[in-house]
């Protein structure tokens, strides 16, 4: 597995003390067609000026193993995600299937940047689960969920979940438009940057 873990994991603000069950959310049938026309599933809160909770989904036309290389790859993510301005791999643990990521956002440009510390841990090509072990956040965890579209191999229906707690206070707006904006925005960015990798693999005339 590459060293360049999660990419894409926590620098989306969202969050409660409550957690999510990663096994607990199934889109419904209204969720799985808006999905299957290609449109984000979004669910989410937030409360007290720094937290929130979010879940949200998509069908990205790509096996769950190219998904994987691009969510994995920490030094392209602050390419396309919101507000991420450097992602590090502090500790890489391959025979125990974890890595620690340090990752800084800035939320804003009037408030300072924000460190903070997760542990990641992986399922290949299918589960990571993260959580938050030091930095300026008092709680983030969550979970990224890949499975493969039963109906077409080809396609994979990505689910994400996370919880957070700032610990400090944030304007309200900001942390609802990390839930209703940058959170599906992200999951576009994920699924332009799988179309943009997958297609030159192809070779000439495919």
């Avoid at 026309?37 to 000026?49: C, H, L, Q």
């Avoid at 937290?51 to 998904?67: H, K, N, T, Y």
């Avoid at 620690?100 to 542990?119: K, N």
């Avoid at 400090?168 to 925005?185: M, Q």
Wanted: positive net charge; hydrophobic residues 40%; aromatic residues 8%.
């Amino acid at each position: 597995m590459s060293r360049l873990r999660t990419g894409i994991l926590c620098a989306l603000l969202a969050a409660t003390r409550t957690a999510y069950s990663a096994g607990d959310w199934q889109p419904t049938a209204a969720q799985s067609a808006a999905l299957a026309a290609g449109d984000v599933v979004f669910e989410g809160e937030s409360a007290k000026g720094r937290s929130g909770r979010a879940r949200a989904a998509i069908m990205i036309d790509a096996s769950p193993a190219q998904i994987w290389r691009i969510m994995t790859d920490c030094a392209a993510a602050p390419e396309f995600v919101p507000r991420l301005t450097r992602c590090t791999v502090i500790e890489h643990v391959p025979e125990k299937g974890f890595d620690i990521i340090q990752h800084e956002v800035r939320y804003a440009w009037f408030l300072p940047r924000v460190r903070y510390t997760f542990r990641a841990d992986y399922v290949l090509n299918q589960r990571i689960d993260f959580r938050r072990i030091g930095g300026d956040l008092r709680n983030m965890q969550g979970t990224w969920l890949l499975r493969t579209d039963e109906h077409r191999p080809a396609r994979t229906l990505v689910r994400y979940q996370v919880e957070l707690d700032t610990g400090f206070w944030l304007p309200h707006s900001l942390i609802e438009r990390s839930l209703r904006r940058d959170l599906p925005d992200t999951l576009r960015a994920l699924r332009k940057r799988a179309g943009s990798v997958a297609r030159p693999a192809e070779g000439p005339g495919q």
